[in-house]
């Protein structure tokens, strides 16, 4: 066991334990988009959804702190890899050389660790914002005899303000960014990382990193230049 656990704070181990949390955090945005889209399904779809997800009861809640804990345990350790190897070459390069190949080294895989600050920090005020309301207590209605939080109407109200718009849009443009190394990163550390496999696996990557979050920064940006009324969503 202790032997184990040297493994797992090992750099190596890092990125190994690394990359099986991203895979379960890239799952759960998968799913987060799938319910996020029920907004354009009809006035109640979206808030019977999250209805649903309430009557899970205390299964809830454990969802949410292991959602939490993946979270926050994905950051530490990404940071940790990037301080770390920070240390072993503090020396600024103009250009990226790797042994026994071309470089992986972009744009993207120098900012992890700052992107995912700015994703964690976003996280905090997202769920803030939509699940505690700023402090503010939900609207409720009625839908077929249950009493229901308007949450529909909060996420409409929200993005038809430009700063909550945008702010989301440029959000998620750092998570295309993040996600679009981490995806390759994550399953080359779990063994995808010979030859043409790893070339497959990174052109995935840029592509579901693209797909998602523009599934995602759809929905702000089409609420905010319809005003909450476009076709899509005002009925």
């Known amino acids: 066991m202790p032997s184990f656990i040297k493994a797992l704070k090992s750099q ?7 990359g099986i949390t991203g895979v379960f955090l890239m799952l759960f945005l998968i799913g987060h988009l799938g319910g996020n889209l029920t907004i354009f399904a009809g006035v ?4 019977n959804y999250t209805h649903h997800l309430e009557n899970l009861g ?4 454990v969802i949410e702190l292991v959602l939490a ?11 940790s890899i990037a301080r770390n190897r920070k240390k072993a070459r503090p020396e600024s390069y103009n250009v990226y050389k790797t042994k026994g190949g071309p470089s992986h080294q972009t744009l993207a895989s120098r900012s992890m660790a700052i992107t995912g600050v700015i994703i964690l920090v976003f996280l905090v005020i997202h769920i803030w914002q939509f699940k505690f309301g700023f402090g503010e207590e939900l609207a409720r209605y009625t839908h077929e005899g249950v009493d229901l939080p308007q949450l529909r109407a909060r996420v409409i109200e929200a993005f038809t303000n430009p700063v909550s718009a945008f702010g989301y849009a440029f959000v998620l443009a750092m998570i295309i960014l993040h996600l679009s190394h981490g995806f390759w990163s994550a399953f ?4 995808m990382k010979h030859g043409e496999t790893s070339k497959k696996v990174q052109a995935a990557a840029y592509v579901f990193a693209i797909v998602l979050m523009l599934g995602f920064m759809f929905i702000p940006l089409y ?3 319809t005003g909450g009324d476009g076709s899509l969503i005002s009925y």
């Open 44 to 47: 109640h779809t979206f808030n």
């Open 12 to 18: 190596v181990g890092r990125k190994y334990v690394t």
């Open 58 to 61: 205390p299964l809830l809640y």
């Open 69 to 79: 804990f993946l979270f926050i345990y994905h950051a530490v350790l990404g940071i």
């Open 188 to 191: 080359t550390s779990l063994g």
């Open 223 to 225: 609420i905010f230049f």
